[in-house]
């Protein structure tokens, strides 16, 4: 048995497209959704992702505006910055680029962005909106991959979920996600005892580790379906997931490659965010 192998240029095209759609609707109503992106220091992959949001909404008919500020920026010229960007009415969405230089307070800084403009849902507001099942922004990551599995049409109710990783930006908010999609939920990280064990039973496994190609065919159960939200680089310069693909793709049901599924999902979350908080600011009502 072979897997379906998700193809990420035609599932995300399809959702962009749509997305696309919706704001020409909100830009004859008058408002164009707006995103700025702030982006401190010179880390040449954060540059990298930078410009690709930027050219995705600028596809979208997004207006998006980049911020570069120099590595020696204060944290007081950068909140001053973001105070800016929160009065200013043609802005629905702030994303600072992450990591910030050490001197720089990185909480400190999400807690400044108005929640309204969060469409990276770090602020302490929008997770805790998140527990409860209250509406807000998604977060990119973990909504992409909720949104990329049900595009491939797997059921997730009543499936066993086992997400490795629990960083504040992918592993716990996926778990929440799939929660509220009515899954049972096994979170593993690096102190789990037998984690083989754990994710042989996934019905749905999700590789969010940052190690290149350690998830092989013996923690994969037959017929699972396997999302791989891992970006790692090998030495040759060649991008590579979490999981060992060649190995793996034999043993499972479905599975995303890396690059090319997960991350342009990530960014589409973004745009849908930054349209959704256009349109509540202009009291429009999302289409979903
Ligand atoms: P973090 O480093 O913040 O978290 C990694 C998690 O994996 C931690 O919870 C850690 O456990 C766990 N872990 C590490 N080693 C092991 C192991 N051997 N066995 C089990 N668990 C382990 O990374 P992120 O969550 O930020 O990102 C994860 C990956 O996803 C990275 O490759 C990143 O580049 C990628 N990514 C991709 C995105 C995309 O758009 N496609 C977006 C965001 C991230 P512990 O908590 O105990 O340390």
Redesign the pocket.
Known sequence: MSAHVINGKELVGAYRAEIKEQVEQLVKQGVTPGLAVVIVGDDPASHVYVRNKHRACEEAGIYSEVHKLPEETTEDELLELIRSLNSNASIHGILVQSPLPKHIHEERVVEEIDPEKDVDCFHPVNVGNLMIGKPGPAP??PA?VIEILKKAGVEIAGKHAVV????????KPMGMLLLRENATVTT?????AN?EQLTSQADILIA????PQ?IKRQHVKPGAVVID????RLESGKLC??VDFDDVVEEASVITP?PGV??P???TILLRNTLEAAQRAAGVAAAQ
Do not use: E, F, P, Q
């Not at 490795?164 to 930006?169: D, K, V």
């Not at 969010?208 to 190690?211: P, W």
């Open positions: 990119c990551t992409g490795i990783g629990r960083s504040n930006i992918v592993g593993c990280h690096s102190r789990t984690l969010a580790i940052g190690k350690v939200v891992g970006i790692n997931g979490d890396v997960v991350g999902m990530t960014i």
